[in-house]
């Protein structure tokens, strides 16, 4: 009787725009529009002297907390599931690729509207393919913004908060690929984001176990899981090697909020065993072990951390390492850049990429000597330290313990 009180209380959206009819005259009347929304020039092409003029085409539904005495609830106020794809699709395609204004204001109006995707989901209890393609859609947005943004002003962008709903959606996107029977293409995709994203958690490589079997071997979450694992043990030279051959650009957004604390640990254990009187390391070499884009990356890690004298302006070709000198950064100063991302993002299209095109999973190291498999995925094999997955979910608790020493 429960179940079948709970089938009558669903409730299905018949708004067959972007933005209810009702919200439309609204906004118009209360000078509520946003920029992106505005009509520019009339029917004869004409510019509009007044910037108050809804274009109905562009308008689309803003999110808005529920309120008491308000109807949240009326079906033609909810999108149904096919006018949320569209919705989602014009975003991608019309808004995000915007260069002007800055990005910063492209990501507040998109991140608004998002939420209000997901929130007549929620009303509607969308769930199956059709949520689990809005989902990973809107995955691979945030993920994709605090790439992005990463160098923008706490005012511009809240990196916090756009990881709170980056881990709402792709919890819930997990859950739903584990209760949706049928195969799931973009699977592996995502289970790898959730793995790189919290690198080193003991809870997501505890979830990567508890996966079915052919799904843990998949090359690119065998890959994923090796980082973490790397992570976990310390061997940061091992995390950098496997990171910069991961073929997916959204697992590389998913890392790339790692890469300076891993720069900067693995500088902490160089120091610790070159920090030798008279000990010189060169330069170029060392910019190639941390995988730094150029010299002066390395410098600028250097510096923050206490290697390289800010008032020396001779030239530096060589570290001299100090265990007495060096401290780590109590803040970020400079993001480093991952070159493989920024060559993929250089080669393929914005939307295709967000919407889940064939560019998600690209191969950007065509000249490696790595092992690829069937599906022509690029699988890293490193010459000092192969591979070792642990299949079994109860060895888990000496990762945990060793996670937590670290930490």
């Not at 061997?235 to 998913?254: D, F, G, S, T, Y």
């Not at 254990?269 to 730094?292: D, G, R, Y």
């Amino acid at each position: 009787m429960e179940n079948q009180d709970e089938i009558n209380s669903i409730i299905e959206g018949t708004c067959q725009t972007m933005c209810p009819e009702k919200e439309m005259i609204l906004r118009e009347k209360e000078h509520l529009l946003h920029p992106f929304e505005i009509r520019l020039t009339d029917d004869l092409g004409q510019e509009l002297q007044k910037r108050s003029v809804a274009d109905y085409s562009k308008m689309v539904k803003e999110f808005s907390r529920p309120a008491a005495g308000r109807a949240d609830t009326e079906p033609n106020c909810l999108r149904p599931a096919p006018v949320l794809q569209q919705t989602v699709e014009y975003l991608f395609t019309s808004i995000v690729p915007k260069t002007h204004p800055a990005w910063n204001i492209v990501y507040e109006f998109v991140f608004d509207r998002l939420r209000a995707v997901r929130q007549d989901m929620v009303i509607q209890g969308i769930t199956g393919t059709d949520a689990i393609c809005l989902l990973e859609q809107i995955v691979r947005f945030h993920l994709y913004a605090a790439y992005r943004l990463r160098e923008s002003r706490i005012s511009e962008f809240d990196p916090v908060i756009n990881k709170h709903h980056l881990l709402e959606c792709l919890k819930r996107l997990l859950y739903l690929y584990q209760v949706t029977p049928g195969h799931h293409s973009n699977r592996v995709e995502m289970e790898a984001v959730y793995l790189l994203d919290n690198l080193g958690d003991v809870h997501a490589m505890s979830h990567y176990l508890e996966l079915e079997k052919n799904l843990r071997r998949s090359p690119l979450l065998l890959m994923s899981y090796e980082m973490s694992r790397a992570f976990v043990l310390g061997n940061h030279l091992h995390v950098l090697r496997l990171m910069w051959n991961l073929p997916c650009a959204m697992c590389l957004c998913a890392v790339s909020k790692h890469l300076f604390m891993i720069q900067i640990h693995f500088l902490e254990i160089l120091n610790k065993a070159f920090s030798v009187k008279n000990c010189k390391f060169p330069l170029l070499n060392l910019t190639k072990l941390l995988h730094a884009s150029s010299d002066k990356e390395t410098l600028d890690l250097c510096l923050q951390c206490g290697l390289v004298d800010m008032f020396d302006n001779t030239a530096l070709d060589c570290i001299c390492f100090n265990k007495t000198s060096f401290s780590k950064p109590k803040e970020l100063k400079g993001v480093s850049q991952l070159c493989p991302l920024e060559k993929i993002l250089q080669t393929i299209n914005l939307p295709d990429l967000l919407l889940g095109a064939s560019y998600s999973i690209v191969s950007h190291c065509k000249n490696n000597s790595n092992v690829t498999d069937s599906a022509g995925l690029k699988v890293l094999t490193d010459n000092t330290q192969k591979m070792t997955i642990i299949d079994n979910p109860d060895k888990m608790a000496r990762h945990a313990t060793v996670n937590n020493a670290i930490r």
